[in-house]
C-alpha cells in the first residue's frame, strides 16, 4: 500500500470534497481517498504508486487544480 498527500486549490466545501474524492476513487488501484477542503489536501492511498499525471487529470475533471510543490 501506498499513501500519497496532495495539495488542492480551490476547494471551499464538502461538495468540493466529494467531487475530488469521486474522480479520484475512480482510479484504478485506489484503495482509499481522505479529502479536507479545510487543509487543502488529499491523501490517496493505493496498491501501488499512481501515476501524477492521472492524480493530476482526475483533480482537474472535478473542477480543481493540485497546488505547484515549492
Known amino acids: ?18 467531487a475530488v474524492g469521486l474522480e479520484l476513487r475512480e482510479l484504478p ?5 481522505q479529502v479536507s477542503h479545510a487543509t487543502g489536501q488529499v491523501v490517496v492511498t493505493s496498491d501501488a504508486p499512481l ?12 473542477g480543481y487544480a493540485l497546488r505547484p510543490t515549492a
Do not use: F, K, L, N
Request: glycine share 8%; charged share 20%; aromatic share 2%.
Open 1 to 18: 500500500m501506498t499513501s500519497t498527500t496532495y495539495a488542492v486549490d480551490g476547494m471551499t466545501c464538502a461538495h468540493c470534497e466529494r
Open 29 to 33: 488501484g485506489v484503495t482509499d481517498v
Open 51 to 62: 501515476d501524477p499525471g492521472a492524480i493530476r487529470a482526475a483533480i482537474a475533471e472535478a
